[in-house]
Structure formats: C-alpha cells, structure tokens
C-alpha cells in the first residue's frame, strides 16, 4: 500500500516542520505544566481544570501525529514563476458574474490552505477547477451547493 502524499511549497513544508516543533517543545510542556497544576488542586474526579489540560493534550497530541505524518509524505514543488496558466503556487483574481465580485485566490497544497488568508487547496472545488487554465477563461466550479463559473482575469 503506498502512502498518501502531500504537496506542499518549500514555504508551506518550512512552516509545517516549525508548527510541529512547537507542538512536540512549547505547547507539550504547556500543558503538561497544567495537568501538573491541576492536579495539586485534590479531587480530579470533578476537578474541570484537569479534564480541560486532559482534552488539550490529547488534542495537541493528535495534531502533532497528523502533522508528522504530512511531513513525512511531503512532495515539495519548486517555485514556479509561469503566469501563463494556473498551478500550485499561483494567484489567481476571479470573476464571477453571479456574485458580481471579484476575488483572489493562492492554489496551494491541502497542508497550506487557509480559507482566512484566501489560501485555496489544489484539492478544494476551485482550486481544481482552476488549474492549468489562462487568463480571460471561464471555468465551471462543481461545489457542494451547485455549479457557478469564474472567469480568470490575472494570474501572478
């Protein structure tokens, strides 16, 4: 069974091996220094400081495995300057005539995505819909709600 891969930017990869360092050093510590001062308190049958340091741990845990494993299976792709079409990397500004608004999007690799930062995955409905296409095309987004179209008007 081979493993899953994960494409990531050089950037993204950086990123994710200092987040994972910061889980297995500083917040591991954390939380380990809660617990211990939760359970100075007595009881921890209904002691909800311990439960909470508990529930984080086990969540920081889980995190630090996901993360690990992503950067085990990491495929990192080389910059890529190419305007002349979209790829993993690229900033794209969209149109789209329902909305009647414009938007811009990075494709990156899932482990990079962030809808906060307009950061798309190449996985996500518009990511994919709009690789390897070039400006002044429409391409068609199937999204969970429905099909709608963007027009590329710049890539960079």
Do not use: C, W
């Amino acid at each position: 069974m081979s493993e899953q891969q994960f494409i990531m930017t050089q950037k993204g990869y950086n990123e994710a091996k200092e987040r994972l360092l910061y889980l297995q050093t500083v917040k591991r510590q954390e939380i380990v220094d809660r617990i211990a001062e939760a359970r100075s308190h007595g009881d921890l049958s209904e002691n909800a400081e311990y439960d909470a340091a508990r529930n984080e741990q086990a969540a920081n845990e889980g995190e630090i495995v996901d993360l690990d494993y992503k950067i085990k299976n990491a495929v990192i792709i080389e910059a890529n300057s190419d305007t002349s079409f979209v790829h993993i990397g690229s900033k794209v500004r969209v149109y789209d005539e329902e909305l009647e608004e414009e938007a811009v999007y990075e494709i990156t690799g899932s482990t990079e995505a962030n809808a906060m930062e307009n950061k798309i995955s190449n996985e996500s409905p518009v990511g994919s819909a709009l690789l390897k296409h070039k400006v002044d095309e429409t391409v068609k987004v199937s999204a969970p709600d429905g099909d709608y179209k963007l027009k590329i008007l710049e890539i960079f």
